[in-house]
T-cell receptor, first 114, second 115 residues
């Protein structure tokens, strides 16, 4: 069965430092890949997406992600974190076999130290 | 701006008292989804509509129902809320066909408290 894993439940990073959030999926073909961010008490906001083509995708708020087929990964990165980046981040994957539905990873909570 | 709107943002109901949550969208999307999200967990899909076609997830309790009277509106009805139904409820929309149908647009959510 298809699955999505975010290995890190919590990450603490200093303001101005770089950030990388990991996402791995299990699927036999190339899926459609998304990263969403959720601030406390809010809905999910789409940061970036990958359907095909260039494996390095740029998103909003200075985030980027790289699709690595060989590793079944879609890791999210930001070179310099701001205090406002403190939030929960969800990797989501669309598997063609599952129709339009998304499978979400468990989420990674990012804390930013001053 | 085109968007997904959820009302109310916060809802308090009593144990066993029916409650309805509302979602509307100005994106003119064919597909609407309802998710339940408990604290520190990923959203869990309850059901979705392809236009008027209702699709229930196998593990969604019978206590949860939904209505979609037109393209713009969708309602989540909880017939007899239990304490375990306290959660954030998220509405999302997408187009119906093509790769963009996997891209979901979320509303701000309704936080349900059951007393």
């Amino acid at each position: 069965a298809q699955s999505v894993t975010q290995p890190d439940i919590h990450i603490t990073v200093s303001e101005g430092a770089s950030l990388e959030l990991r996402c791995n999926y299990s699927y036999g073909a190339t899926p459609y890949l998304f990263w969403y961010v959720q601030s406390p008490g809010q809905g999910l906001q789409l940061l970036l997406k990958y359907f095909s083509g260039d494996t390095l995708v740029q998103g909003i708020k200075g985030f980027e992600a790289e699709f690595k087929r060989s590793q079944s990964s879609f890791n999210l990165r930001k070179p310099s974190v701001h205090w406002s980046d403190a939030a929960e981040y969800f990797c989501a994957v669309g598997f063609k076999a599952a129709g339009n539905k998304l499978t979400f990873g468990g989420g990674t909570r990012v804390l930013v130290k001053p | 701006d085109a968007m997904v709107i959820q009302n109310p943002r916060y809802q308090v109901t009593q144990f066993g008292k029916p409650v309805t949550l509302s979602c509307s969208q100005t994106l003119n999307h064919n597909v609407m989804y309802w998710y339940q999200q408990k604290s520190s967990q990923a959203p869990k899909l309850l059901f979705h509509y392809y236009d008027k076609d209702f699709n229930n997830e196998a593990d969604t309790p019978d206590n949860f129902q939904s209505r979609r009277p037109n393209t713009s509106f969708c309602f989540l009805d909880i017939r007899s809320p239990g304490l375990g139904d306290a959660a954030m409820y998220l509405c999302a929309t997408s187009t119906r066909t093509g790769v963009s149908s996997y891209e979901q647009y979320f509303g701000p959510g309704t936080r349900l408290t059951v007393t």
